[in-house]
C-alpha cells in the first residue's frame, strides 16, 4: 500500500504541476497578444507619423519651388492696349507682395513698356498705368509703397525690334527689376 500510497502523491503531484505550468503558459499566452497587439498600435501610429512627417516636408519642398520660381519671375505681359494685367500673374505677384512685405529693406523698380503702336505720349502713359496696376497690387497684398520705385520706358526700350505680333506681345510688359 505504501507504493500504491507513492505512487498516488506521486501522479498527484506531477497533476498539479501539470496544471500549474499550464495555466502559467496559458497567462503568458493571453498576456502576448496583448503586447504584440499594443507594440503593434505603436508601430502603426509611429509609422502614420512619419508618413505625414515626410508628406508635409515633400509640401514644404513643393512650395518652397513654387516661391523660387515665382521669384524668379520678373517680366509680366499685358494685352494690347490694356494696363490689367492677367489673371495667371496674380499668384506669382503675390509672392512678390509677400517677400517685399518680409523684407523691408528690399527695394524693386517697376519698369512699365509698350509696343511701337501708337504716339510716343500715349505709349509713356500706358506703360506707367501698366506698371502702376502691378504697384497696387503688390501694396494691396503687403509691400510697403516706399519698396517700390515705378518707371515707364513707353515704347523706347523694346524687347524684340521685329514689326509682327510676337515682338509686339514681347514689348508690352512690365519688368521688376533690383535697382
Known amino acids: 500500500m505504501t507504493i500504491n500510497r507513492f505512487t498516488k502523491t506521486l501522479i498527484l503531484l506531477i497533476t498539479l504541476t501539470s496544471i500549474v505550468a499550464c495555466r502559467s503558459s496559458s497567462e503568458e499566452a ?13 508601430a502603426t501610429t509611429r509609422r502614420a507619423q512619419e508618413l505625414a512627417a515626410e508628406r ?14 515665382a521669384l524668379n519671375t520678373k517680366v509680366f505681359y499685358f494685352d494690347f492696349d490694356l494696363a490689367e494685367f492677367r489673371q495667371a500673374d496674380r499668384d506669382v505677384l503675390t509672392f512678390h507682395a509677400r517677400d517685399l512685405a518680409a523684407n523691408s529693406s528690399k527695394r524693386i523698380r517697376l519698369e512699365g513698356h509698350a509696343d511701337e503702336r501708337g504716339t510716343r505720349e500715349y ?8 506698371a502702376n496696376g502691378i504697384l497696387n497690387y503688390l501694396i494691396v497684398n503687403g509691400a510697403a509703397r516706399a519698396q517700390i520705385e515705378v518707371v515707364s520706358y513707353g515704347e523706347e526700350r523694346p524687347a524684340a525690334t521685329a514689326t509682327n505680333e510676337d515682338a509686339y506681345q514681347r514689348n508690352r510688359r512690365v519688368e521688376i527689376v533690383s535697382p
Open 30 to 42: 493571453a498576456n502576448a497578444p496583448a503586447a504584440q497587439t499594443e507594440s503593434g498600435i505603436d
Open 123 to 130: 505709349n509713356l502713359a500706358l506703360g506707367e498705368r501698366r
Open 56 to 69: 508635409a516636408a515633400r509640401e514644404a519642398e513643393a512650395a518652397e519651388r513654387m516661391r523660387v520660381a
